[in-house]
């Protein structure tokens, strides 16, 4: 499995330590990096992936990137929080390719990756709270920049760390052959379809690409992804027009045409329709500073 993850980088965006509040209240977030909570005191609420997740002291806390979220703290909270972007050599997400937990109980040493990146990261915390002010492009062209200032073995030693906490959440595949069996013949499935996103993909192209029957491929790809290959399409195309619209000037046409869509009208009906909110409204709310 590790053949899946070993081109795979982590970049720190922020670190800090915070108090909060009942002003911790957020709808509808979704943001193009992930993020990792250590709770140290009281209590509040994440929803993703349809379910409610109780956040709690002594335990750490997972939100892939590019999950639609709801953040509610009730009364307060403390926690450590970090965010982070992954890359990777095909452009494929890891969250795409390995299966993940998002909530584990914390170990002692998991307290001291947080303390010590953010030791090595002193002046990266967020400023507010409320995603819309610092998820857009202003905001993570600052935080690159703030990478750059680190010296060699401080960044080195910052995404070393990124990557043992990750690691905490990682479920492995060692005691269940049929799905790694599974897993391994759409191994490259999914590079397929982000490098062909702009072309008219079809579930026989897929199909091809792994050289299955349509059908026997079409059965597959539902029990490994949790979805129809034409539902999986649709929501990466989405994704990386929401990427596109936070950190480019890109026109909407060219977003269209770049991810695949037929026509400007049907992108932005379907963009609609999977994020609540058109194009422009979604690029003019996450540039608003």
Not at 131 to 152: A, C, H, I, M, W
Request: with cysteine.
């Amino acid at each position: 499995m590790y053949k899946t993850i070993e081109n795979v980088s982590l970049s720190l965006l922020n670190v800090g330590y915070v108090n909060l509040n009942s002003s911790w209240d957020y709808k509808n977030v979704m943001s193009p990096f992930f993020r990792l909570y250590y709770i140290t005191d009281g209590e509040a609420k994440v929803f993703h992936h349809q379910q409610t997740y109780i956040l709690k002291p002594g335990y750490m806390y997972l939100i892939p990137s590019f999950t639609f979220s709801r953040y509610k703290c009730d009364v307060s909270m403390t926690q450590f929080y970090i965010s982070a972007i992954e890359v990777s050599e095909t452009g494929m997400s890891i969250f795409s390719k390995t299966n993940f937990i998002y909530e584990v109980k914390a170990d002692h040493i998991s307290l001291v990756y947080f303390k010590r990146i953010l030791e090595l990261n002193p002046n990266r915390s967020i400023k507010r709270d409320d995603p819309k002010v610092y998820d857009n492009e202003q905001g993570l062209t600052s935080f690159r920049v703030e990478n750059q200032k680190l010296s060699e073995s401080s960044y080195l030693e910052t995404t070393g760390l990124l990557k043992a906490l990750i690691s905490k959440f990682v479920i492995g595949y060692k005691n269940d052959r049929i799905a790694l069996k599974k897993n391994a013949k759409l191994n490259s499935v999914q590079n397929f379809i982000n490098v062909n996103l702009h072309t008219d993909l079809t579930v026989q192209d897929l199909a091809n690409s792994q050289s299955l029957n349509v059908d026997y491929f079409s059965r597959l790809f539902k029990e490994v992804f949790g979805m129809r290959p034409i539902v999986y399409i649709q929501k990466k195309r989405i994704e990386r027009a929401q990427l596109l619209l936070i950190a480019t000037d890109t026109s909407l046409q060219d977003i269209s045409d770049t991810i695949g869509f037929s026509n400007l009208s049907y992108f932005s009906r379907v963009f609609k329709k999977e994020t609540g909110k058109s194009p422009l409204q979604y690029r003019k709310e996450r540039r608003k500073v």
